[in-house]
């Protein structure tokens, strides 16, 4: 086998694409700000700088291995190199590390703290730059951006977006939008990815968490929360809790601790979402109108397709997303009570997502021309109020969440990872609705990593084609092969981000691969471990059905098409 | 006339050589960016007039009956002495020509053959009638530059009349690809942008890939200060890097090319549109060149002004588009450049070449030249010397040679200090250097480089912190900002070299001055970045007196300091007017009428406004 030699280390070479990889594999964390596995090499930073046995330096991300290297990346010229140019940057950031949104969590900082810089020798003589607001996702700080230009890639080569670039030259240079528009002039749809690659506080996410402190600090207002499928996934991260382990009930205590006075699950109005979104599927099959018939629970895709391809807008699934029908259902059924009891209720969602924080602002999404949900926050800002109220996560006892709305199936769980969606409807038209049936859909091609996966089922005796995406860049590839004629769906689920929803642009950020795979198995063990797998034998929804939702579905199910 | 075989170009050539021949008279008005900017359009305007009373006279080349050929060519050269016309068949040529000078050369030259004597270049005495004796042109070698300024470089005819397209033809029609290749290789061709890679092997590598779709792109964004080497060839004979293109295309079949020209270069891109109209137009550029199966295109790209799309990388991202950044190599520009696909970038004057040693052969070229670096290479000779210009020397010709035998020496016959050598890239060379040859690999060992040929030459009243500075400023202004060594390193050392010549600096400056230079050349992402602190390190290892002398006497020994000049008053010259004080824009200075005044240092801005408006000489500057 190929190998090379890493600080007197000897290194199998295994296909790893650059010397940065073996470095790290080699067990060694050689700091980067700009390298990230899944965006295109980029070699700005020059933090991953190392020496050979020749005294040639290099950039180890942008070196292709070749047997025999030999590597060193603690001489003393690497150290002292690595250690000026960290000082270098920092000597133009602002120091306001106390009051920055990621005090803590900033890659900068903890730089700095590694490398030992006690001392920098430059002043920084920028002027302050004003913050773009504008934004309901996100929040970006000129003053804060260290150009790496990882935000950048990420909206343009993950996302196709490309809301940032680069403006001006040497010293001058900055991260921003064209003309130095705001942000909510381009055509950002708020994923917020750009935030969980962003190293330092240059982009944080438009926080909301005053608006929930005063809710609860009201007595007049019945403050509800829902919890999406991904959040309890996730929010063990920032508590010490091993990676990818399920902490709903712990989620749930923590929510009455900070004093919410009903705790319920979004996965239910997944649920809801599966037997609207399976009745239009099988609708659209039968008259052959609008399809594919692309899934709408995904915000940023929504806005997306419509920015980008207006053409394809008529196919987007009428259905609300579930954190929509949730809402909308809730505030409904607590409407007599309210009035009976003097109250307002103020629905708070708790979402992986920053683009959720724009979805709840669409006239579309309203009842009677009034928002249902009422704030979002995103798993970070909730980690942030349950450690500002001192609780104690990780020692919370699990409870359970309240009823009516807290049962749900494990359709609705997996609504937070790529192809949860499509698997959720396949187990719902599905004829025979068994145990062999969920395991013949979960192993027909739709989980996993890849961007684009293709599967192709019977409904009736129809074959019913079906595409999944993740990450919008990829849904535009697809829209283009459609448009092109040379791909033919029917049915074509849309996730923003990689992966799903367990990597939202509001979740606790490091998303390294251990991260990603734990969260995936994660998700899918709250599915196995549920007492119902199949969305439409949820019992609470044939209640609903029969009950409360006769003659109300369109209203409080489907988006209000005439608002737009 | 379309050439849609070989022997078209043959016919083509014998005819446009027959009208010129026809041209009893050629005046060539050096309509290059230096003499336009003198007039010399105005020269050419007037002379038109003149001519077009007398019976048989044509302005227009390709008339049936041309006596008088009147013609804007590209640039000469001597650019300290234009506007320059020159007159064929005598040879003259007249310098720093004016509007009122032409009817005297009409009468006098055109119509009756004599010289003007005080139009003609003198020097040490000596009066030259004849260009080609005139030291300046006499030193050199002009082989790729032999048409610039003798041409008239908006008419492919006068091209091909001095065997334009006629290596195009040998390659095309005698030779394979593979030996078009092997002759360049042969000829040893190094790149004349800078880096002086192999030019032969760059286009193996290109030749060598699987993908089949190539592009050939021209480097025509010559960004260094004080750099017109390519800006003349393009304005003066662009049909000679547009063949060196077609060949390579040839060579390494690619069927589209670019060429990227500053913006900056107006007269460039007018030059090339026209040239490459009129080779399209006879075929030469196209679908089935000459009639072969060749088929090439050709675009012109104007770069928006950035030095640092110079670099290839950023060259090629700039032309699909993008904002123009180097990026990390590998995939190299000979693998994925262009769209991604593999490209040839190559720089005009590297093309310029090509043509000849495909004429002329491998071996000729390298008869010219050092082993190592073979051919010639023009260099932007500016500056305090006496004649700057454009010139053109074989490869490892001395500085001594450049500076005192064409150049003419330094201006006032001040004593020589440095000579900064490519540009913001390069470095500084000292009198001990001044019998260096100037090639490649020993200007490498020396720790500066050629860069893409400027020259620079100061004399002892130039400050190096201050030339320092003046690169730093112009490295930092155009850093893309991608990597952080260069965008934030080049930024401190500027700060800090500005605080030097400001009197402000201190010895730990100096320090971190080194540190930061050695860092950024060690880590910097692109060429660009990594050489970015050479004119820094360079004059800080030569001329480290001179730093310290700002740092720790405050003073500037070449006294080009501003803020470090101190100006006195000698008492024996001054006469007591007191127009110095009364210009004193802050009242710095008093004294008593009739009776010698004195400056307060401590107010002083070091304006100057005084010593200006000293009658008597009395103000100096203390160094």
């Known amino acids: 086998m190929d190998y090379i030699t890493i600080d007197h280390m000897v290194v199998p070479i295994e296909g790893e694409k650059n ?46 291995p070749r047997p025999g290297m030999v590597i060193y990346t603690n001489t003393p010229k690497v ?16 120091t306001s590390c106390t009051t920055c949104h990621k005090n803590g969590d900033c890659t900068l900082q903890d730089l700095a703290n590694r490398l030992a810089i006690d001392h920098i020798r430059f002043k920084d003589h920028r002027v302050e730059r004003p913050l773009d607001l504008s934004s309901p996702s996100i929040v970006r700080d ?14 343009d080569e993950v996302q196709g977006v490309g809301a940032l670039d680069f403006a001006f030259r040497g010293a001058k240079t900055e991260v921003m939008p064209a003309f130095n528009r705001t942000i909510a002039e381009t055509d950002c749809v708020g994923c ?73 699950d979004t996965n239910f109005g997944a649920d809801l979402t599966v037997m609207e979104e399976s009745k239009e599927l099988l609708e659209r099959l039968k008259s052959g109108e609008n399809l594919p018939l692309f899934t709408s629970c995904c915000p940023g895709w929504v806005k997306y397709c419509e920015q980008k391809y207006p053409e394809f807008t008529k196919n987007i699934s009428t259905c609300r997303s579930p954190q929509g029908m949730f809402s909308a259902v809730t505030k409904e059924f607590y409407k007599e009570r309210d009035k009976e009891e003097g109250k307002e209720t103020f629905i708070v969602s708790i979402m992986p997502c920053t683009a959720k924080k724009g979805e709840i602002l669409r006239p579309d999404n309203f009842t009677d021309g009034k928002q249902d949900t009422d704030i979002v926050i995103t798993t970070t800002e909730i980690v942030k109020m349950i450690k500002y109220a001192g609780i104690k996560f990780e020692t919370l006892a699990d409870e359970a969440t309240d009823m009516p709305f807290g049962l749900a199936s494990g359709g609705g769980a997996i609504f937070g990872i790529t192809g949860g969606v499509t698997e959720a409807v396949l187990r719902a038209i599905a004829p025979k609705q068994d145990y062999t049936t969920l395991q013949e859909i979960s192993l027909s091609g739709i989980r996993g990593d890849i961007p684009i996966k293709e599967t192709t089922v019977t409904v009736g005796d129809r074959e019913v084609h079906i595409a999944v995406i993740n990450g919008l860049g990829n849904a535009g590839r697809l829209l283009e092969s459609i448009k092109a004629g040379t791909a033919h769906y029917d049915f074509v689920e849309v996730m923003a981000c990689r992966r799903g929803c367990i990597l939202g642009g509001g979740q606790p950020v490091h998303p390294g691969p251990r991260t990603k795979r734990s969260r995936q198995e994660g998700i899918y063990r709250v599915d196995l471990s549920s007492n119902v797998r199949f969305s439409n034998k949820n019992p609470l929804l044939t209640e609903l059905y029969d009950n409360f939702l006769t003659g109300k579905e369109h209203k409080l199910l489907h988006r209000n098409l005439s608002e737009e | 006339m379309k050439i849609s075989n ?60 041309a006596h008088v050929g009147i013609k804007r060519s590209g640039c000469h050269g001597f650019c300290e002495m234009g506007p320059l016309v020159r007159i064929e068949p005598y040879n003259i040529l007249y310098i720093k020509v004016q509007e009122s000078d032409c009817e005297e050369i009409f009468h006098e030259t055109i119509l009756q053959g004599k010289p003007i004597e005080r139009l003609l270049y003198h020097m040490n005495g000596v009066t030259y009638t004849a260009q080609e004796e005139i030291p300046f042109y006499a030193q050199q070698t002009r082989i790729v530059l032999k048409n610039c300024g003798h041409i008239d470089a908006e008419n492919i005819d006068e091209a091909i009349a001095n065997g334009g397209y006629q290596a195009l033809e040998k390659a095309l029609f005698t030779m394979t690809p593979d030996e078009i290749i092997q002759t360049i290789s042969d000829s040893n061709l190094r790149g004349r942008g800078g880096g002086g890679f192999p030019t032969g092997y760059k286009w193996k590598q290109v030749a060598r890939q699987k993908e089949t779709i190539r592009y050939i792109v021209c480097n025509g964004d010559e960004g260094d200060p004080g750099a017109f080497m390519d800006r003349s060839i393009m304005e003066g004979d662009p049909h000679k890097m547009l063949e ?63 030095f640092v799309c110079g670099e290839g990388s950023a060259l090629t991202a700039s032309i699909e588009g993008q904002r123009g950044m180097p990026r990390t190599k590998p995939p190299r520009t000979v693998e994925q450049g262009l769209w991604a696909k593999p490209t040839v970038l190559n720089n005009v004057e590297t093309y310029a070449n090509v043509p000849l040693i495909i004429m002329n052969g491998s071996d000729w070229f390298r008869s010219i030249g050092t082993e190592g670096s073979p051919g010639t290479k023009a260099f932007a000779l500016t500056g305090s010397v006496k004649n700057t210009g454009l010139i053109e020397v074989p490869m490892g010709t001395n500085l001594r040679k450049i500076v005192y035998d064409i ?56 400050c190096m912190v201050e030339v320092a500075r003046f690169f730093m400023n112009f490295t930092q202004n155009e850093s893309c900002g991608k990597c952080v060594p260069c965008r934030e390193g080049t930024m401190r050392m500027l700060e800090i070299l500005e605080r030097i010549v400001n009197g402000n600096g201190t010895l730990e400056d100096l320090d971190l001055l080194q540190e930061l230079g050695e860092t950024i050349s060690d880590t910097a992402l692109c060429g660009l970045g990594k050489s970015a602190a050479l004119p820094v390190l360079s004059t800080l290892k030569v001329f480290r007196n001179e730093y310290e002398a700002h740092v720790i ?34 009242n710095a200075i008093t004294g008593k009428i009739k009776q010698p005044f004195t400056i307060d240092i401590k107010k002083c801005i070091k304006c100057g406004a005084c010593q200006e408006n000293c009658p008597f000489d009395a103000i100096v500057v203390e160094s």
């Open chain 1, 192 to 264: 917020g990815q750009c935030r969980v690659v962003c190293p330092t506080g240059a982009i944080t996410i438009r926080t909301n968490r005053t608006e929930v402190w005063e809710a609860l600090d009201d007595p007049k207002k019945r403050v509800i929360a829902q919890i999406a499928p991904s959040v309890r996934l996730a929010i063990g991260d920032s508590f010490g809790i091993p990676k990818g382990e399920n902490c709903m009930g712990k989620l749930v205590a923590a929510l009455r601790r900070l004093g919410f006075d009903e705790v319920y």
């Open chain 1, 19 to 64: 010397v940065l990889s073996l470095i790290r594999k080699a067990g060694i964390d050689l700091p980067t700000f700009c390298y990230h596995s899944e965006l295109s090499i980029y070699g700005a930073c020059r933090m991953c700088v190392v020496e050979d046995d020749r005294g040639r330096m290099f950039a180890s991300c942008s070196e292709q």
């Open chain 1, 79 to 94: 150290r002292h190199h690595r250690k000026l140019i960290l000082e270098l940057l920092l000597g133009s950031h602002c």
């Open chain 1, 142 to 155: 000129p003053n804060k951006c260290i150009l790496c230009g990882d935000c950048v890639r990420t909206c």
């Open chain 2, 244 to 306: 060196g293109m077609l060949i390579a295309a040839y060579a390494v079949g690619a069927q589209e090319g670019y060429i990227y020209v500053r913006a900056e270069y107006p007269l460039a891109v007018k030059r090339l549109q026209i040239a490459i109209a009129q080779a399209e137009q006879m075929q030469l550029i196209g679908d089935h060149i000459m009639g072969s199966d060749f088929s090439f295109h050709l675009h012109i790209n104007r770069g928006a002004g950035a």
């Open chain 2, 407 to 462: 150049g003419g020496g330094i201006k006032n016959d001040e004593q020589f200090k440095a000579i900064q050598i490519g540009g913001p890239s390069g470095g500084c060379l000292i009198s001990t250097d001044l019998d260096l040859p100037l090639d490649f690999d020993s200007l490498k060992k020396r720790g500066a480089m050629i860069g893409s040929g400027g020259l620079v030459v100061m004399d002892i009243h130039t």
């Open chain 2, 6 to 65: 070989r022997e078209a170009l043959t016919t083509e050539r014998l005819n446009a050589q027959k009208e010129m021949e026809r041209q009893q008279v050629r005046i060539l008005i050096c309509a290059g960016t230096g003499c336009l900017a003198g007039g010399s359009d105005r020269i050419y305007a007037r002379l038109q007039e003149l001519c077009k009373d007398i019976a048989h006279i044509s302005v227009e080349f390709g008339k049936e009956i």
């Open chain 2, 553 to 586: 006497e405050k003073r500037c020994p070449a006294g080009n300091c501003q803020a470090l000049r101190k100006y006195i008053i000698n008492p024996d010259k001054c006469k007591g007017c007191s127009k110095c004080a009364r210009n004193c824009p802050v």
